[in-house]
């Protein structure tokens, strides 16, 4: 059965280290996104993908950045870690939209960030 | 930037009762999504809903899509207390530099009491 994974579930890190967490889809989908989730913010996108070699920044990019080498992983990287980015961390896949339709998003099970 | 409000953001019942969460924005949007989030795990969809005043219902669940494509409501009967768990609006625009991107409303965290 086709999935979205996300590596590592848990992660511990110091201010100022960079870290990336990996996401991985088996689903062949062309669209790929990054989220966070913070209690009463819902979840707020980081960066997006339409496809191979693109990326775009959401409304909360600033200290993140993403690179698409290939239709099936999205990794999302802190350069440099902040107290502020603790956080549970989403990453979701989408086909392109029929009939005028916005495509489910499927999501991963989330990465839990905690930033020391 | 297009904004969603959610409201409540925690509701407390039991079970048996009724409830409706409220999805509201200034925007137009020209579809409307509703996700169910479980501890530990990712949203999954519940239902889409792409016409103003659309009515969709989902066994105990109702989904509605306002007339003007501005608001949404999800209306629950007779909860259970394996309703319980985040539930997220999210709308999109299909079309130009919005598309296939979602804005999410701040959720609702639901508990259903036996």
């Known amino acids: 059965d086709a999935e979205i994974t996300q590596s590592p579930r848990h992660k511990i890190t110091e201010t100022g280290r960079q870290v990336t967490l990996a996401c991985h889809q088996t689903?062949?989908?062309?669209?790929m996104f990054w989220y966070r989730q913070d209690l009463g913010h819902g979840l707020r996108l980081i960066h997006y993908s339409y496809g191979v070699q693109d990326t775009n920044k959401g409304e909360v990019s600033d200290g993140y950045s993403v690179s698409r080498s290939n239709t099936e992983d999205l990794p999302l990287t802190l350069e440099s870690a902040a107290s502020s980015q603790t956080s549970v961390y989403f990453c979701?896949?989408?086909?392109?939209?029929?009939?005028?339709?916005?495509?489910?998003?499927?999501f991963g099970p989330g990465t839990r960030l905690t930033v020391l | 930037t297009q904004l969603l409000e959610q409201s409540p953001q925690f509701l407390s019942i039991q079970e048996g009762e009724n409830l409706t969460v409220y999805c509201n924005s200034s925007s137009v949007f020209s579809s409307l999504q509703w996700y169910r989030q479980e501890p530990g795990e990712g949203p999954v969809l519940l239902v889409t809903v792409v016409t103003g005043g659309e009515v969709k219902k989902l066994k105990r669940l109702t989904f509605q899509f306002g007339d003007a494509r501005k608001d949404s409501s999800l209306h629950i009967t007779a909860a259970q207390p394996g309703d319980t768990g985040l539930y997220l609006c999210a709308g999109s625009n299909a079309g130009g530099t919005s598309y296939g991107k979602l804005t999410f409303g701040q959720g609702t965290i639901l508990t259903v009491h036996p």
């Open positions: 979701a896949s989408s086909t392109f939209r029929t009939s005028g339709r916005v495509g489910e998003q499927f």
């Open positions: 689903w062949n989908h062309n669209n």
